[in-house]
Every structure is written in C-alpha cells, then in structure tokens.
C-alpha cells in the first residue's frame, strides 16, 4: 500500500524567509501524481501545486515550487518570500494513476513569523 | 460555480443517535470523495462515487457507516449509533472525470463537516 510521510510536524519561518517542508513516499508504482495542499485555520483545502512522476521537470506555481526525486520518493515543497497568509496545514499528498483516491500525509504546521 | 458545499458545518449529537450530513459538490463534477480527518491528521479516505456508483469503500467505512449518492449530483453520509470515536471533520470532494483528462487532476474540498459525539 502507499504511504506519505511528513516528518515535521510543525515549522516556523521568518515573513519573507524561505521555507521547505518535507515529503516522503512510498509506492511501487511508476505512474502517479503528488499534491500539495494547504489548509488555513478553520477554511477549505485548496491545492498548492501539483507534480505529475511522468515529468522531470519540478513544477512551479508563483512563489511555491516542487523538488521532485522520483528515485528517492522524495517531493519536498519550498515557500519563497513566506507571507503571513502562508500560515496553515499543508499536507503532501499521492495519487496512483491506476486508482482515484488521493493518500495524504499527517501535515506540517506552518507558523509564519512577522 | 459556488464550489463543494458542505451541511450542517458542525454537528455536536450524544453518542448512540445517528446523523446525516450533505455534500453538493461542483456542478458538472461526476467524482465525489468523503473523507475524515481527526486534530492533527491529514484526511483518510472513506469512499468515493462516480455519478450514483459507489466504486470503492475504505475498511475505515464500518457498518454503521453509510453514503449514498442517489441522483449523482448530491451524496448524503449517514452515521448510526454514534460513538465517541466518531469525532471527526467530514470532508466532502469532488473532481470532474472525463474520459480524456488524466487522473492528475486535483480534487476540490469542501469547508467539512465537524461531528462532536457527546
């Protein structure tokens, strides 16, 4: 079965700083997609930034970008120019090309320090 | 489009009673997802339906759990007998699925629903 591993439970970063949170996977599979979510205080989920394992190119969205190590199973996030509205939950999460669930990871805490 | 609506928002009920929460997802999307999610989780996967047919279930989905989604548009999940273990945010997905449009197409959460067993 896959598995999504976040090893920090929380973090903290300078507004303005950069940060990156963690992500380890496991599958046996060669066709898959990651997600990173985010979740505010007491709001929805919304998604950060998505990598299909297909391609090599780490993807990028504005001031969140991806370093994707498909050998290692390794896809952590980095946070460019923090803003205070950065502060939430943000979970790493997988989908198997072959099935539709998505498998997310316990979180990172992301506090954002003026 | 308003987005996955999510109802009631918070639920507090004694243990033992049943309850029903509804998810509208977003118009036109055919997938629809619940999850749980407890304090300090990332949400676990409950079941999923594809218009009416609930493809597939997690072991988490016990028996005094059920989820229908009648019409294909929106999908009720109901909770008999509560227990305190119960205790949870309800969330609500959904995402389009046509045919041509790979399975990296994200899912859109709702707000959830919080039940608090008593």
């Known amino acids: ?114 | 489009d308003t987005g996955v609506s999510q109802n009631p928002r918070h639920k507090i009920t004694k243990r033992g009673q049943n309850v029903t929460f509804r998810c509208d997802p977003i118009s036109e999307h055919n997938r629809l997802y619940w999850y749980r999610q407890t304090l300090g989780q990332g949400p676990e996967f409950l079941t999923y339906f594809q218009n009416e047919a609930q493809l597939e279930k997690s072991r988490l989905l016990s028996d005094r759990f059920s989820a229908e989604r009648p019409k294909g548009s929106f999908s009720t999940l109901e909770i008999q007998r509560t227990e305190q273990g119960d205790s949870a945010m309800y969330l609500c997905a959904s995402s389009p699925f046509p045919r041509a449009v790979p399975l990296g197409k994200p899912i859109y959460f709702g707000e959830g629903s919080w039940l608090t067993v008593v």
Not at chain 1, 30 to 50: G, N, T
Not at chain 1, 51 to 65: C, I, L, M, P, W
Not at chain 1, 93 to 103: G, H, L, N, V, W
């Open chain 1, 1 to 114: 079965a896959q598995t999504v591993t976040q090893s920090q439970p929380e973090m903290s970063v300078q507004e303005a700083e950069t940060v990156t949170l963690s992500c380890t996977y496991d599958t046996s599979e060669s066709d898959y997609y990651l997600f990173w979510y985010k979740q505010p205080p007491s709001r929805q989920m919304i998604l950060v930034i998505r990598q299909e394992a297909y391609k090599q190119q780490n993807a990028t969205e504005n001031r969140f970008s991806v370093n994707f190590q498909k050998a290692a199973k390794s896809f952590s996030l980095k946070i460019s120019d923090s803003q205070l509205g950065d502060a939430a939950m943000y979970f790493c999460a997988y989908r198997s090309a072959s099935e539709d669930k998505i498998i997310f990871g316990k979180g990172t805490r992301l506090h954002i320090l003026p």
